[in-house]
C-alpha cells in the first residue's frame, strides 16, 4: 500500500470493555465521521435498531466504497452502477464489514441518514428514533460469521446506553420500497446470540 491509498481512518481505542462513550461513539469502532447526519429532533432518543445490508457495486465485497459514499468521497466515474448515486447524501452509524470490523460514521446522539421514508408501528420519520447498522451484504447471499458475531456484540452494548425496545429490518419500516436485510438474514441467529426477549422483534413473530 502507498502512502497516498492509506485511508484516513482514526485508529480504534481500545480502552477498557468495549462501550459508547460520552459523545455516543462506540470505543472499538474505526470512526470515519461523516457530515451527513444532523441533530435528533426534540427530545427523541434512539429507541430502534435498524439493520441493513449494503454493498458497493453491489456484491462487491473488496472495495472501500461504502465509506467512501457515506463521506461524500465516492468517485462515481468509478462503476457504472455509481453513476445513479451521484448527489445523494446518505449515511448509517455503523457499516459491519465482511470479516466483523465495525467502522462508526455517525455519533448515535445524532441522527444518520439510512432508512428514509419509513414508518415503524405507525411511527413515521425512523431515522428520528433509530440507530442504523448496515451489514457489508446483499439480499443475494448469506452473511458471515464474524458480522453475526459483530453485529450482536454491538446491538448489546447499544442497548446498555440507549433505550432501545426494538429491532428491525430496513425492509420492516419501508416495506414495498426496500428489501434489506434481505432473505439469507438470519433473525433467529441474532435474536439468540444477542440474548434479546422476542418482544425487541416485533416483525418477527416466530421467534
Ligand atoms: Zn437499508
Known sequence: MTPQHVPHVQPVVRQ?????????????ASRRPSPNFEARPGDAVPTLIVVHNISLPPDDFTTDAIADFFLNKLDHDAH???DHLRGMRVSAHFVIRRDGAIQQFVSCDERAWHAGVSSFCGRERCNDFSIGIELEGS??????????????????IIVKRYPIDAVAGH??????????????????????DSALPPSFFPFQPSI
Open 80 to 82: 457504472p452502477y455509481f
Open 16 to 28: 477498557g470493555d468495549p462501550h459508547i462513550d460520552a459523545q455516543g461513539w462506540f470505543t472499538h
Open 171 to 192: 425492509s420492516d419500516i419501508a416495506p414495498g420500497r426496500k428489501t434489506d436485510p434481505g432473505p439469507h438474514f438470519d433473525w433467529q441467529r441474532m435474536r439468540h
Open 139 to 156: 439480499d443475494r447471499m448469506p452473511f458471515e460469521d464474524a458480522q453475526y458475531a459483530a453485529l450482536s456484540a454491538l446491538v448489546r
